[in-house]
C-alpha cells in the first residue's frame, strides 16, 4: 500500500510539471495562450504614485506661481495629515496650493468699505442736525 502511494504521488507530481510547462497535451487544463491580434488599448494614463514634496519644493512652487500663502504652513499642515484631503491621499499637490491660494485670498471677516461720497454727504448732514439739536436743548 505505501508503495503505491509513492507512485501515485510520484505521478502526479509529474503530471503537475507537464501541466506547468505546457508539454501535456491531455491535461485537464489547457495553457492560457494569449491571442496577440486581442490586445487591449487603454486611453487613460495610469496616475503615478503620489510624492510628498519638500518644503523647498513647495517654496519654488509659490514663488514661481506668485501665490501669497506661507508654504511653510502648507508643508506642515499637510505633512501633519499625512497629505490626505480628507480621507483620501492626495494626487496633486500643487493642486492644493491653487485652493490654498483661493481661500488665502478671501477675508475671514469682511472689511469695512470707505464710505462713498454720498454717505459722507448724509453723515455729515446727521452731525450738523445732531450738534444743532444739543445747541437748542441748552
Not at 510628498?52 to 511653510?72: I, S
Not at 469682511?110 to 448724509?122: G, H, K, T, W
Request: aromatic letters at 8%; hydrophobic letters at 35%.
Amino acid at each position: 500500500m505505501k508503495q503505491a502511494i509513492i507512485e501515485l504521488t510520484a505521478a502526479v507530481r509529474e503530471l503537475a510539471a507537464a501541466i506547468k510547462e505546457g508539454k501535456e497535451e491531455n491535461s485537464p487544463t489547457p495553457p492560457i495562450r494569449r491571442n496577440p491580434k486581442k490586445q487591449t488599448t487603454t486611453t487613460t494614463r495610469a496616475r503615478a504614485r503620489f510624492v510628498k514634496p519638500t518644503v523647498d519644493e513647495v517654496a519654488a512652487h509659490v514663488r514661481a506661481k506668485g501665490y501669497t500663502f506661507d508654504p511653510v504652513s502648507f508643508w506642515n499642515y499637510y505633512e501633519s495629515n499625512g497629505w490626505k484631503v480628507g480621507r483620501n491621499t492626495m494626487k496633486s499637490w500643487t493642486s492644493a496650493c491653487v485652493t490654498w491660494q483661493r481661500k488665502e485670498g478671501k477675508p475671514q471677516t469682511a472689511a469695512p468699505e470707505e464710505p462713498s461720497e454720498a454717505d459722507r454727504f448724509l453723515m455729515e448732514c446727521m452731525a450738523k442736525s445732531q450738534s444743532g439739536r444739543k445747541e437748542a436743548a441748552r
